[in-house]
């Protein structure tokens, strides 16, 4: 019953602090730090001991794989140069230098367990950095480079860490540390590819989105436990199983079934991600009492971990600028200075640091004090790093993401593909297929594309585009019939599973005009490659930005029907002025049809891009 309490005590706890701190704009993680440490000091409330293999085994290969599939393979491929300096050179580095440095300051300690100390210290937590950036606009290309710098340097730091421990109790050579770290990333790297093309195998064979949650939930540990089995790295095997299931899952998997794994694996990556933070600031009071029992005084306690932080923090800062400033010396072309900046201060540490120092034997010299100076790393980091990364990125002026950008690399996405799915329709209708059914199929495929062009630009004040006056109907029309259905389930006219099914379609359908909304409000732009760009298109290059309007006040032929239009488009060879795709007239594409003049741009308030009807790119 005590263990029921104290599991829904942390949910209740993590729901109420992550919304509170949601409402408020804060960062999570330091709201549920601070919360757990506040809690820590109330007598017998959430008595939770943080271990190894809770953090090691339970926690950490679903948290992993689950950031895992939402990473994008293509940029981890593009940046493995800073991925790979970031996670296993600076990990390396952190740990000698981190290590000196603990030897020399903490008392009695050997210069072994000084290794271990920094092995511990040395890989930061993506979930908090991450979560302050997106807040505050951090560009995508730092935020992705942040994400997988933490795929990969937990790996690299408990394989730093196993070797320390080894020579804690024995001498270690030079060839044994880099058998361990061969063996360690092959045998991840092995396990990994293997328990991906195993899960692929059958994968392609479940169609029950239910069926395929259930194999996604093993995935983590069908990759991790043979790995830690052969003497691999279980880390790394769950992320490469993760970085390729996620890449190949549009083919592998049905439409229903990545939308079910990807709403389970976010709701159990949001409790797991705030539980660990909880539980770290949990332990604060027991580590204090166990180095009070260490009888050492103050100053041997503070000295130590007030050095260990700020030579954690400086280490990583000095290995970033460091690492620039000899890549631009051998001409290699790299971040700027502000990059560097923001990269090297967003080296907050998290749950792995703290579970991994409890991985110490017992008899190592200063332990207790050794797991202190791990919390004070975890715990200033995410406080001081935390509260301050945001005003850095602000004061460094550092491009956020445009969104007037992605919805232009979005409309040009979506109507590529509508494009590609038009064509594939002309090659498979034949001459019995109705009409109807055909015109109601390309309507379909032009509808998605006119959605995201209404985002680029704002209709007439007095008109509503179409696609919102689509959804805002449909969802009052959506709610009548689902009063309609509760009505009649109470007076028990129906059969439940009839009324289930039915209320389901209704909830199905309002969830896609919910997924449109939000698409419009946040457009996804990492799916668009740099060969879209205007430097491919002749046309673009050739065409003026500015042409003498024909008609300014509105579309030639609305003006002359008496038709009302939702966005204006500008022909740069000639000056005409049409209504866009969502218009009812379509008359910019049919000018182009008539005239074959390929670039028009927009003319609504505030945009300037341009568009190519032969190339199909925008500029």
Known sequence: MHVALDILALVAVVGFGAALA????????????????????????LEIRLTPDLVLIGLLPPLLY???????????????????????????????????????????????AGFALGAVVAPPDAVAATTVARR???????????????????????????????????????????????????????????????????????????????????????AFLPAEQIHGSGVLAVVVTGLLLGHKAPVLQTASSRIAENVNWRTVQFLLENVVFLLIGLQIRRLLSTVGDAGLTWTQIVVPCVVVSLATVAVRIAWVFGVTALLKVVGVRTWDWRTSAVVSWAGM??????????????????????????????????????????????????????????ALQSAQLVNAAANAGLAVLDEVSTDDVPKEVLAD??????????????????????????????????LQMLSAERSSILEARDRGIYDDVVLRQSLQAIDMEESLLDR????????????????????????????PHVMRANTPNGCEECLRDGVRWVHLRLCLECGHVGCCDSSPGRHAVAHYQDTGHPVMRSIEPGEAWRWCFVDELLG
């Not at 919390?375 to 850095?392: E, K, S, W």
């Open 22 to 45: 949601r409402r408020l704009g804060w960062s999570e993680p330091l709201v549920l730090v601070t919360v757990g440490i506040v809690l820590s000091f109330v007598p017998h409330v």
């Open 66 to 112: 689950a950031a895992a599939l939402q990473t994008s393979l293509i940029d981890f491929k593009a940046n493995r140069r800073p991925i790979l300096l970031l996670s296993v050179g600076l990990v390396v580095f952190s740990t000698l230098a981190v290590g000196v440095i603990a030897w020399w300051v903490v008392p009695a300690a050997t210069l072994s």
């Open 136 to 222: 505050v606009g951090m560009p995508r290309r730092i935020v992705s480079i942040l994400e997988s710098e933490s795929l990969v340097n937990d790996a690299t730091a408990l394989v730093a860490l196993n070797t320390a421990i080894a020579a804690i109790s024995a001498s270690v050579s030079p060839v044994e540390v880099g058998w361990d770290f061969v063996r360690s990333a092959g045998g991840g790297l092995l396990a990994g590819l293997a328990a991906a093309f195993v899960l692929a195998k059958i994968r392609r064979r479940i169609d029950d989105p239910v069926l395929d949650t259930t194999l996604s939930f093993a995935a983590p540990y069908v």
């Open 349 to 406: 540490r998290g749950v792995v640091t703290l579970a991994a120092v409890f991985v110490l034997p017992a008899d190592t010299p200063q332990r207790s004090l050794l797991a202190l100076c791990a919390f004070v790393v975890v715990a200033g980091t995410l406080l001081v790093q935390g509260l301050t990364l945001p005003v850095l990125v602000r004061r460094l002026r550092l491009p956020s993401p445009d969104a007037a950008e992605d």
């Open 441 to 474: 199929l390309r309507d379909r495929a032009l509808t998605r594309s006119n959605r995201i062009w209404e985002q680029l630009g704002r209709a007439q004040s007095e008109i509503e585009p179409p696609s919102a006056a689509y959804r805002r109907l449909r």
């Open 516 to 543: 449109i909304a939000d698409a419009a409000a946040q457009v996804d732009a990492e799916l668009v490659t740099a060969e879209q760009r205007a430097g491919d298109c002749e046309h673009l290059e050739n065409a």
